[in-house]
């Protein structure tokens, strides 16, 4: 189409990183957590005790955007799938610096795939940090080297625990990768707000009964629409 190219369009950072490597990343180390070192005698009370240590950074740094349940299902993986936090966008960046205060915290730099969680976990977070143009840190080049560590890193733990299931990096590690190395700002450019709104568009648009049709639905939303905001005031 004339008009149309391939430099319109780019990566975005919500589907690769918060919905993507970082749900990644937090689901294994959530997992591994889990599986290994949160106190408690059974798998369900180390889950507990991991949920009470999200709730408490969630008070503790007034966290608007928060999971809305918190179980093993959450982030657990299956034979064919590794594990991956499961929530919205919003919900998993914000638990970012929470994956990092966690490995600091339980994770010990005598055990060498310890280390390389802890080692992966500050490298997302500083590309995180690296977002923000406040920061000091803000650079393309910091951008794409703490992006590079972290790949190889999470590579190396894959490699570690038997190139099975668990850590098995996914597509939108290349994606991550790409948006990285690019030399954009991603924070310019990312579509939380549209996400946001089609998922209430989705919300309006569902309804009881049968009427597949598309006519339906668009009257439907419309109609909720017009129930849930109030009639403009026009003032002159």
């Known amino acids: 189409m004339f008009g149309i190219y391939n430099t319109l369009f780019k990566v975005d950072w919500l589907h690769c990183a918060d ?23 059974n798998q369900d009370l180390r889950c507990d005790r991991l949920r009470e240590l999200i709730m408490k950074f969630y008070d503790e740094n007034n966290v608007e ?11 657990q993986g299956t034979t064919t799938l590794p594990p991956k936090l499961k929530g919205n966008a919003a919900s998993v960046r914000a638990l970012v610096p929470f994956g990092l205060s966690l490995a600091k915290e339980y994770l010990s730099d005598d055990e060498p795939i310890e280390q390389a969680i802890k ?8 590309c995180y940090e690296c977002l923000r143009e406040s920061s000091s840190a803000f650079s393309h080049t910091a951008l794409y080297e ?26 939108k590690m290349h ?20 996400e946001d709104f089609g998922g209430t568009i989705a919300r309006q648009c569902r309804m009881q ?16 629409f017009r129930m849930k905001q109030g009639v403009p005031i026009i003032r002159s």
């Open 19 to 41: 919905q993507g490597v970082a749900a990644d990343f937090l689901g294994n180390l959530f997992e591994y957590l889990v599986r290994n070192l949160l106190p408690g005698s």
């Open 65 to 75: 955007d928060k999971l809305k349940e918190f179980a093993m299902k959450s982030f």
């Open 119 to 126: 080692c992966a976990a500050k490298h997302l977070f500083n």
């Open 146 to 171: 703490h992006s590079k560590c972290f790949a190889l890193q999470y590579w190396a733990l894959y490699q570690t625990f038997g190139s099975k299931v668990s850590w098995r990096p996914r597509p």
């Open 175 to 194: 994606m991550f990768l790409e948006l990285c190395a690019s030399e954009t700002e991603p924070q310019k450019f990312w579509n939380y707000r549209d």
């Open 209 to 224: 009964g049968k009427w597949n049709n598309l006519r339906f639905w668009a009257k439907h939303a419309h109609d909720m």
